[in-house]
């Protein structure tokens, strides 16, 4: 079992930036990929960025490409998520998830991911 719990989420402006963090726990040697995804009210979840563990290969949405960037600090194992140029529509409760082997092409597909955290909340307010 792999244990995530995310946190740093909040309110901020339009243009604004937070730092997502996702705090790995457990057997977490068989986790290969790590992503964030989001909800917003009313949507379904969809992918935001995904990591390749071993590489660092990394994966964005074309919403976020360019804004958003993912980063995994393996000595502590804790995956970042770095929101710059935030818009209202990015407004959405973020989870992070693991996973093992998948394809790259999965990557941001969450039905591919077996570990989920609880979810924190980030509102961007124009």
């Known amino acids: 079992q792999v244990q995530l719990v995310e946190s740093g989420g909040g309110s901020v402006q339009t243009g604004g930036s937070l730092r997502l963090s996702c705090a790995a726990s457990?057997?977490?040697?068989?986790?290969?990929?790590m992503g964030w995804f989001r909800q917003a009210p009313g949507k379904e979840r969809e992918g935001v960025a995904a990591i390749y563990l071993s590489s660092g290969s990394t994966y964005y949405a074309d919403s976020v490409q360019g804004r958003f960037t993912i980063s995994q600090d393996k000595t502590n194992n804790t995956l970042y998520l770095q929101m710059n140029s935030l818009k209202p529509e990015d407004t959405a409760i973020y989870y992070c998830a693991a996973t093992g082997r998948i394809w790259a092409g999965y990557a941001l597909q969450l039905r591919h991911y077996n570990y989920w955290g609880q979810g924190t909340q980030v509102t961007v307010s124009s």
């Open positions: 457990g057997y977490t040697y068989g986790s290969y990929w």
